[in-house]
């Protein structure tokens, strides 16, 4: 278990890091501005939209480790998934997050993401782990808008 937790802790130190897709998106057709004022992270996402799947997330700003990791992953994990896909995604990883402590967090397909139900053990970070995943919902509903987790 010690082993496991460490490897977790490699993956988002990594993505931390070295975030994935990072930077402004050109050819976005969505862009969402996400803070969570409890920490100070604030990202902004861009999507981009073609033929009915989503094409590429990019985003740029800057946050805590846990919060850029979670973009990082959210970005990789929901490339070429469609909309309705996606939104099925962000469900689970929400379930998943705010799952009881000492319950099975069902990461089911989730994959590598299962490694941020680690935050469970600390309240405050959920938060973290989540914006990147509200601000997608957000762009994938079409909003134009400024996303708080507050
Ligand atoms: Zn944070």
């Given at each position: 278990?010690?082993?496991?937790?460490?490897?977790?802790?490699?993956?988002?130190?990594?993505?931390?890091?070295?975030?994935?897709?990072?930077?402004?998106?050109?050819n976005a057709t969505q862009t969402i501005q996400g803070f969570n004022p409890l920490c100070g992270d604030k990202f902004t996402f861009y999507v981009a939209l073609k033929d009915g799947s989503i094409d590429a997330v990019?985003?740029?700003?800057?946050?805590?480790?846990?919060?850029?990791?979670?973009?990082?992953?959210?970005?990789?994990?929901?490339?070429?998934?469609?909309?309705?896909?996606?939104?099925?995604?962000?469900?689970?990883?929400?379930?998943?997050?705010?799952?009881?402590?000492?319950?099975?967090?069902?990461?089911?397909?989730?994959?590598?993401?299962?490694?941020?139900?680690?935050?469970?053990?600390?309240?405050?970070?959920?938060?973290?782990?989540?914006?990147?995943?509200?601000?997608?919902?957000?762009?994938?509903?079409?909003?134009?808008?400024?996303?708080?987790?507050?």
């Open positions: 278990m010690y082993d496991l937790r460490e490897l977790y802790q490699q993956v988002i130190v990594d993505h931390a890091r070295a975030p994935r897709n990072f930077g402004r998106l050109e990019r985003f740029e700003g800057s946050g805590c480790a846990i919060s850029t990791a979670s973009a990082s992953l959210m970005s990789e994990a929901v490339e070429s998934k469609t909309p309705s896909e996606a939104r099925e995604m962000i469900t689970r990883f929400q379930k998943m997050v705010t799952a009881p402590l000492g319950t099975d967090p069902s990461t089911g397909d989730l994959g590598k993401l299962g490694i941020l139900s680690g935050v469970r053990e600390f309240p405050v970070r959920i938060k973290c782990a989540t914006l990147a995943w509200h601000s997608l919902r957000a762009a994938l509903d079409g909003e134009e808008a400024v996303i708080s987790t507050e």
